[in-house]
């Protein structure tokens, strides 16, 4: 008998029978025991070709085995899913949370889970022991956030064909308290204008386009002044500045995003602005800059602005401050003020949803459902005058 490597197995010669007999180990892929396949032949070389075709096929079944297994895992199959098919689709801030989602949340507690072995029970558990760093539970607002992150891929495998039924349908979404609002007085708004005047240029624009607009931080600091129509009276929003892993970006939004979005806005506003492009133009010459871009709300060297550190350390820390305005309200709320007297006003709320960049009319009204209310008992005391 002859030891021989390379799973070539123990060949020998049977005496009685007059041939060669090799044993040969192997993996069964169904069970994934080991085990011994026999061959013979009246020729060693015979054995020991046979014994390597069956050794290399048996490889080949247990990586198409563990290939299979492998997709039908969650984390195997959701971190392609996500790079091959979610990733190309949706902007990179949005993907930094997904994954982020997947990463600290989902791949440690359900991963390692077949696909198939994932059913309400498992999901519902999982729902209700999500956890931060400091062991406190996670808002409800992220656990739907990643329950909606899981019901789509789990929509992406029942295309696929891996499963036949979304497990996730079976569960229900956490309850979440309503966003609270702070919609800024006019007397608020006229005392912050001005405590903005007083800090610097670059902060009373920021506040005066953000009443005037409601626009998002990160919108305001993307403008240009070539997205201002100085005879239209018109802004257009084309570009955002984004917080990502790798810092600040400038993100073109989609063609197709209701985001994209061009605005009527009044006159005193475009006068405004025209006064500021000159001081710009005058300081982009005397910088020698010639080309690049052109930010409303600029670096020195012309680069756009951080819109966080305006939000953290302007914003909060001096100039409500020093408008004695509570510490309460948000950037945000300058965007909630626009839309609220508008809608107080009387503008038709679909013309407000385009104004905000809502993909829908039904999110504006989701939002401001508490001034839509409070305009319903103006609209009986108008009926009762007729009636």
């Not at 400091?134 to 990643?146: C, H, M």
Request: one cysteine or more; hydrophobic letters at 35%.
């Amino acid at each position: 008998m002859g030891r021989r490597s390379n799973n070539e197995g123990s060949i020998y010669k049977d005496e009685k029978l007059n041939r060669y007999v090799g044993q040969f180990r192997y993996i069964d892929p169904e069970t994934g025991e080991k085990k011994r396949k026999k061959i013979t032949g009246i020729k060693k070389s015979d054995v020991i070709a046979a014994g390597k075709a069956f050794c290399e096929q048996n490889k080949k079944e247990l990586e198409e085995k563990q290939d299979s297994f492998k997709v039908n895992v969650l984390e195997s199959y959701m971190h392609n899913w996500l790079k091959n098919t979610v990733k190309p689709t949706i902007r990179q801030k949005t993907y930094e949370r997904y994954e982020s989602n997947f990463r600290c949340h989902i791949a440690p507690n359900i991963g390692a889970r077949n696909l198939k072995d994932i059913n309400r029970l498992v999901l519902q558990e999982f729902f209700a022991g999500l956890k931060r760093k400091d062991g406190k539970p996670l808002a409800a607002r992220t656990v739907n956030s990643i329950r909606n992150l899981l019901h789509a891929a789990f929509d992406a495998a029942v295309a696929d064909e891996l499963i036949a039924r979304n497990p996730v349908d079976l569960t229900k979404p956490k309850k979440t308290e309503k966003t609270i609002i702070n919609v800024f007085t006019e007397s608020q708004y006229k005392m912050l204008l001005a405590v903005a005047r007083r800090h610097s240029i670059k902060a009373y624009l920021v506040i005066r386009i953000a009443f005037a607009t409601g626009f998002r931080i990160g919108e305001i600091f993307g403008l240009e002044y070539k997205d201002v129509d100085f005879l239209a009276n018109t802004l257009r929003v084309r570009q955002t500045v984004i917080s990502t892993n790798h810092g600040k970006q400038l993100q073109q939004l989609a063609k197709n995003d209701t985001s994209l979005r061009t605005i009527k806005v009044e006159k005193a506003l475009i006068d405004e602005l025209a006064k500021y492009k000159k001081i710009h133009d005058i300081q982009k010459k005397y910088n020698g800059r010639v080309d690049g871009n052109d930010f409303i709300i600029e670096n020195m060297d012309g680069s756009f602005c951080n819109p966080s550190y305006f939000t953290d350390k302007v914003f909060k820390k001096q100039l409500l401050r020093d408008a004695a305005i509570s510490d309460k309200f948000r950037m945000h709320d300058c965007r909630h003020t626009h839309a609220t007297w508008l809608i107080e006003k009387g503008v038709n709320i679909k013309i407000v949803s385009e104004r905000l960049g809502h993909k829908s009319i039904r999110i504006t009204l989701d939002i401001y459902s508490h001034v839509t209310k409070a305009m319903q008992e103006q609209a009986v005391q108008a009926l009762e005058g007729i009636l």
